[in-house]
């Protein structure tokens, strides 16, 4: 099977945070001990900063001043197009080192955990490098008759 004529395109540093504004589950990738993982989080930004909700383990533990990777995407499989923007940076553990201010303005983003458990412990992911890619797909040829195209 061969696939339309599309292109890859590059996001723009702007729009890429523009686009991590409009989710709010994304994927934190991370090294252990043992190998790298990833993890599904619940998230939201603070300017250009990604706040992850979670819990004390192994996410925390392996996050804790490390450079992790984090990535949201959006795919539509019908037309075959879509976006994904990766985050690489510095995480870090909120806490009462970061100021009064810091500690207000992430609270009051309200991030909710999806699921049960404890998740209050605040990550802070500091970009380094914000690159996106989107997916455009061809133009399909005009359709002869109206049925031919769902």
Known sequence: MTSAPGSLDLIPVEECYELLATHEVGRLGVSTERCPIIIPVNYGMDGQTVIIRTHPGTTLTAAEHATVAFEVDEIDQRTRSGWSVLVQGQAEQLTGAHGAETIFRTLAHGTQPWAPGDYG????????????RRIVPGRLPWAIDDRAYL
Do not use: A, C, K
């Open 121 to 132: 412990v605040w990550l802070r992911v500091t970009p380094q490098e914000v690159t996106g």
